[in-house]
């Protein structure tokens, strides 16, 4: 049989036009080397523990400069001087003081000026002279007694008037240790209330001084009253060298 011979020239014919008209293009060939993704597990875990221990360092390091900080701060907070000082009220106190006893009258609280009054008015000295000059003596004896009274009564007076302006700067300082921001200012506070304290020391030994001067002058001024008057008894019993006999004319020859 020969019918299907002209059906398949037919199709040569028409591949052989197609080919002539359109041209010929071949099929391209797949790429010889593909590139594909490959995901490692094992890799990327220790990528993230890498990530995550340097992450801890930083942090680390944060907190070491945080700290570092801190003390720097805490060092300056130490070294924060205390802006309250009550040296100024301690020094005005204390020469308040040193005034009073300073304005001692007849008998300073001075050895040499002692030594001078003691050697001239008591004593022995109270027996000697004439009967004006132990009147005298006695008479300053005890005006410096009275006077003695008198500064003691002045210094205790000082002193009870420093008790107010103690105790307002001890308020004060109690004030500025409660509120201090380091160690330094708490020291400075707890100094200066020590110094306080030695200042009202100072008042009390200044006040037991003028009242044991007051005393003492006292004492001395009735030790040399006894001696003046014993002085006093033996030259009024004085009677010179007695009777003697002796020859009297009663009418002239």
Known sequence: MTRPRPRRAFLAATMLALSAGIGFSPIAAPPAAAQITVFDPSNYGQNILQAARALEQINNQITQLQN??????????????????????????????QQLLNEAQHIAHDVADIETAFS???????????????????????????????????????????IDRARAEMSALVTESQGAVGAL??????????????????????????????????AARAASAEAQARENLARFLDYGTGYEATTVRMFRD
């Not at 008015?121 to 003596?137: C, E, K, P, T, V």
């Not at 200012?185 to 110094?195: E, F, P, S, T």
């Not at 030994?205 to 002058?217: D, K, P, V």
């Open 68 to 97: 570092e900080a801190q003390m720097l701060i805490n060092q300056a907070r130490n070294l924060t001087s205390l802006p309250h000082s009550s040296l100024s009220q301690l020094q005005t106190t204390i020469q308040r003081t």
């Open 120 to 162: 001239e008015r008591y004593g022995a000295a109270a027996a000697s002279g004439d009967f004006d000059a132990m009147i005298g003596n006695a008479r300053e004896r005890w005006e410096t007694s009275v006077a003695g009274f008198e500064d003691a009564l002045k210094v205790q007076a000082g002193v009870v008037g420093n």
């Open 185 to 218: 200012q708490a020291v400075q506070a707890g100094n200066q209330l020590l110094a306080l304290q030695s200042g009202q020391i100072a008042d009390l030994t200044a006040a037991i001084a003028a009242q044991n001067r007051a005393s003492a002058l006292e």
